[in-house]
């Protein structure tokens, strides 16, 4: 039945090449971007582009006052409280990671993913802090690690709360990052033939089963995610979880693939606050 819906949702929508059209091939971040926004506004002319930021709840008055409701009294918080006690313990040296990132890692997350023209490739916020413990003598963390990476994630994204994204993309190495990201977004893949873009472009603000499709644009501010209460879900989780359900074999977390695909993701919400670490169903 899942399958049967799915493949009726796929036949009855337009093709790619119109999503493809909405982000064009070598634009600036920028007008890719814009490009976007001018498709959701035609398509939904009363939700606002600041609303973005809430995913999907911009389609359904309902299920945002459920969340407004839910964020009063997170379910989560011994989660984040987790994650900040992990940020606060010394490392064996003494030092912290507040003394070997930017600002005290402090309003810092809405630049992440960069581009390292050092590395030659898009560095995470999880590849920095995996660099900054084994700086200070520490092993590095599963990105995959929701208790772990996750947890220290969610919090250090809650200090960049408000923060504008502003992810950049300069120089040629960096824009080859880029375009490699958008490739992947916007290309179809796995047993069913899906791209991202099919259900966060195309679909986006429709129902598959019962769910509403969140917009490309917004998502990237609100990743790690806490959904049905406490299971804590980063994006290149999630990014994993949806390659599994086209029937594609994802790739590795944390590879040029997947940093290159967040790098691309990430720029399409620049210019809107961060709000991590925040409750979705």
């Not at 129902?207 to 290149?236: I, N």
């Not at 693939?257 to 169903?281: C, I, Q």
Request: proline share 5%; hydrophobic share 40%; with cysteine.
């Amino acid at each position: 039945m899942k399958q049967q819906i799915i493949m009726k949702l796929l036949t009855g929508m337009a093709g790619l090449g119109m999503a493809l059209g909405v982000a064009t091939a070598h634009a600036s971040p920028e007008q890719d971007k814009q490009d976007l926004i001018r498709y959701f506004t035609s398509k939904y002319p009363n939700v606002k582009v600041d609303d973005y930021v809430y995913g999907a709840l911009a389609f359904d008055p309902d299920s945002k006052a459920q969340y407004d409701a839910i964020m009063e009294f997170p379910p989560f918080d011994s989660q984040i409280d987790a994650g900040r006690k992990m940020w606060e313990t010394p490392f064996k040296n003494g030092k912290t990671y507040a003394s070997c990132l930017p600002n005290g890692g402090k309003m810092i997350a809405g630049t992440y993913p960069m581009f390292d023209e050092a590395k030659g490739k898009v560095v995470t916020l999880e590849d920095v802090v995996n660099d900054c413990r084994v700086a200070n003598g520490e092993a590095p963390l599963k990105t995959s690690d929701a208790k772990t990476m996750g947890a220290l994630s969610a919090y250090m994204r809650s200090l960049s709360d408000g923060m504008i994204m502003n992810i950049k993309v300069q120089g040629p190495k960096a824009t080859a990052a880029y375009e490699e990201g958008k490739k992947t977004f916007f290309r179809r893949t796995g047993q069913l033939n899906f791209a991202c873009a099919t259900c966060h472009v195309q679909n986006a603000g429709t129902r598959l089963r019962s769910e509403l499709l969140s917009p490309v644009v917004g998502q990237a501010v609100h990743w790690p995610v806490f959904r049905g209460g406490d299971t804590l879900v980063t994006l290149q989780n999630r990014y994993t979880g949806c390659f599994k359900m086209i029937r594609a074999v994802p790739p590795a977390q944390d590879s040029t693939v997947m940093n290159d695909l967040e790098y691309f993701h990430s720029a399409m919400s620049n210019g809107l606050p961060m709000k991590a670490s925040v409750f979705r169903k």
